[in-house]
């Protein structure tokens, strides 16, 4: 999951004009939407340019995890008057969608708020009143995602908050499901691998010139460039790669996710760890 910014005081115009419609016959007595309208399908590629072609739960792009659905953060089937209700649409992958469905747990049922007007500030999924349901789901426009969730080097994804709400997450939008975990095991993989390749290269040269010594090489660490650009940029929420949450632990912890993975040898560990400080430190604003 990663962090996304929307202007939910812009939204798509035809949306704009469903809930309009849909609060006029409200207001005359009418109510009779089916909650299966696609009229909110309108904002489809406005969701899919902000979302950048990724699900906003499990982060994937659409075309390895099936077909872009939109989905309603608060479920239609219990909040059927925020069906057109912009701040409450969510790009979502086929498979997040299914397995979050209708469900939306909150810490006290008896908070649950059960009927609203279309368009009114009180649906925005930033006001006081849903606010107060204290949702159990973690938002990924409301919440900072690193706030909610971790990694582990085998791509497994677990909650970190006190509040329950990123294993509860985790847990109705299944996003340990074996295919998820794997993806997210190999961008782990091809960092390590890379950087690997990288450090044989720079101790083959070690080894045909065995008077340098390992504090004197700092000028052959640039071998490593490609690699660290490709991590900095994987931790970078406006990048179009996938898993950028993943990436900002890879980078944060680098000795857990890199260091660790790589041969038990003082000389290779020494290399690695030395690029990476000499790169962050080369890095604008460090």
Known sequence: MRRITKDYGNPPPHLAKAAEDYRNKLAKGIDDLDVNNKRYQCAKKSLESIYNGKCGYCEADYQDTGFTRIDHYRPKSKYKWLIFEWSNLVCSCERCNTHKSDQFPIPDESKRITSGIPANSDCRADSPALLSEKPLIVN????????????????????KDNENRGNTTIKVCKLN????????????????????????????????????????????????????DDLMELSNPACPSTFTLLGTYMEKDFECFIVSQLPENDQTRYLVRRAYQLFYKSKPGE
Do not use: A, M, W
């Open 140 to 159: 990924p426009e409301l919440d900072n995602p690193y706030d909610f969730f971790k990694f582990e080097t085998d791509g497994s994804i677990i909650g």
């Open 177 to 228: 499901r074996s295919r998820l975990r794997n993806r997210r095991k190999k961008q782990i993989d091809d960092i390590v691998l890379t950087i690997k390749k990288c450090t044989e290269r720079i101790i083959d040269i070690l080894n045909q010139f065995p008077g340098i010594k390992l504090d004197k090489v700092d000028h052959l660490l640039s071998f490593y460039k490609i690699p660290l």
